[in-house]
């Protein structure tokens, strides 16, 4: 058993791929193939599945990934102790993130990080918050941050910031308001421009009116759009009116593109969070980037 074969033996599993598995490791198919076949022939046991159409563990196969990641952690440790001692850390974080924290939150804090680790690279995959979760918990990225959170017991949460949604309109339409905010009813009058399914956004606005006695049955959709920046020029162009994070159309408004109302006596806030999974591993250089995220954003470290 060698170093080699531990590594493709735990890209095969967090892919669940044979294929994806080689792409990671800038291998052939059939060099991960020969590397599986020849551990468990050094093991004198079967560690995969190759019956279903995507590659699973047996139970052999589990037990050996929880030490091949052990094994592995501990190498990547010697590396990044002997680096870190002469001075230079470096290695890939990989991210997923949802659209608004992609855009208005992780890059002043990977500027603050850079300064610091700048030979270290990031893969940043963005995702809705649904998916984000989903790519975390298969181990195909190590963090994310998203804006809505998903019952499930395996995923971290941590509070990063506080935003709020603001009904955006063209510049040139004025609605009937009281110190900027409008009657719930008046959304009814209007075209309504909406995130794609499983975003927080979106999620955020249904369940909030739906807690208002409002069915989103009663808006006229217009386009379901997944990018942020898409909905914001949607809007300036008079296409429709959206609901987006203040944070994000702050740009617009100071250059009176469009305008914002709030909907009385309703409050459409969220947080946005850091999330990872329980059940991972951290290598020294992950460790090292949640430690600074959290003095970063001033949060308590939740795990060593």
């Given at each position: 058993m060698d170093f080699k074969q531990l590594e493709v033996f735990v890209a095969v599993s967090k892919h669940q791929s044979f294929s994806k598995a080689a792409r990671e490791l800038f291998l052939t198919q059939p060099t991960v193939s020969s590397?599986?076949?020849?551990?468990?022939?050094?093991?004198?046991?079967?560690?995969?599945?190759?019956?279903?159409?995507n590659i699973t563990l047996t139970k052999s196969g589990e037990i050996l990934y929880n030490h091949a990641i052990y094994i592995l952690n501990n190498c990547k440790k010697a590396v990044y102790d002997i680096k870190e001692y002469a001075g230079k850390i470096e290695g890939i974080i990989d991210l997923a993130c949802s659209s608004i924290p992609e855009t208005y939150i992780l890059p002043n804090f990977l500027k603050s990080f850079s300064s610091t680790y700048p030979d270290v690279k990031f893969s940043i995959s963005h995702y809705d918050s649904q998916y984000a979760i989903s790519e975390i918990l298969n181990e195909r990225v190590s963090f994310g941050l998203v804006g809505s959170k998903i019952n499930n017991t395996q995923i971290e949460y941590m509070d990063l910031i506080d935003d709020e949604l603001v009904l955006i309109t063209p510049f040139n339409l004025e609605l009937p308001n009281i110190n900027g905010s409008i009657d719930i009813n008046e959304l009814t009058n209007l075209k309504l421009i909406m995130r794609k399914e499983g975003s927080g956004t979106r999620n955020l606005i249904?369940?909030?009116?739906?807690?208002?006695?409002?069915?989103?049955?009663?808006?006229?959709?217009?386009?379901?759009?997944?990018?942020?920046?898409?909905?914001?020029?949607?809007?300036?162009?008079?296409?429709?009116?959206?609901?987006?994070?203040?944070?994000?159309?702050?740009?617009?408004?100071?250059?009176?593109?469009?305008?914002?109302?709030?909907?009385?006596?309703?409050?459409?806030?969220?947080?946005?969070?850091?999330?990872?999974s329980k059940k991972k591993i951290f290598n020294p250089l992950e460790d090292k980037f949640l430690t600074k995220l959290c003095e970063y954003f001033e949060l308590e470290k939740n795990r060593h």
């Open positions: 590397h599986i076949q020849n551990l468990e022939k050094e093991l004198d046991t079967i560690l995969v599945n190759r019956n279903n159409k249904v369940n909030t009116l739906k807690q208002n006695n409002f069915s989103i049955d009663k808006l006229s959709i217009l386009a379901h759009v997944e990018s942020n920046e898409s909905i914001k020029e949607m809007v300036r162009l008079g296409l429709g009116v959206s609901f987006i994070s203040y944070a994000s159309c702050i740009d617009y408004l100071n250059s009176n593109k469009i305008r914002y109302y709030k909907i009385n006596n309703i409050e459409f806030k969220r947080k946005f969070y850091f999330v990872y």
